[in-house]
């Protein structure tokens, strides 16, 4: 009924949607910390894990081949990346004015 090309690229759309929408499930914190210039309710811990996670299925998807993979996880830990910068550099410049 189906052949596996038309099956793949429909799988494909899905992997791409999956991805897009939990690649930027950072992007309300981030921009939020953008404009209050404070992250004191973020963990560090949570997204430092994510985003080791999200590099390590980057390398996967690099492995295999899969764009839908790299592209997802490149964006995810890209964002995670910039979260836990902003962490660090806000906390720190709380810490240095208290």
Do not use: C, H
Not at 28 to 51: C, F, N, W, Y
Request: aromatic share 12%; glycine share 8%; no cysteine.
């Amino acid at each position: 009924m189906f052949d596996s090309a038309s099956i793949m690229d429909e799988w494909t759309y899905l992997a791409f949607l999956a991805g897009a929408l939990t690649s930027t499930g950072y992007l309300p914190q981030i921009a939020k910390g953008l404009k209050t210039r404070r992250l004191e309710d973020v963990s560090l811990l949570m997204p430092a894990v994510l985003g080791f996670g999200m590099v390590l299925w980057l390398i996967y998807g690099f492995v295999r081949e899969d764009p839908a993979i790299i592209l997802a996880n490149f964006v995810g830990s890209s964002l995670t990346a910039v979260l836990v910068l902003m962490k660090l550099v806000y906390d720190g410049r709380d810490k240095a004015t208290a």
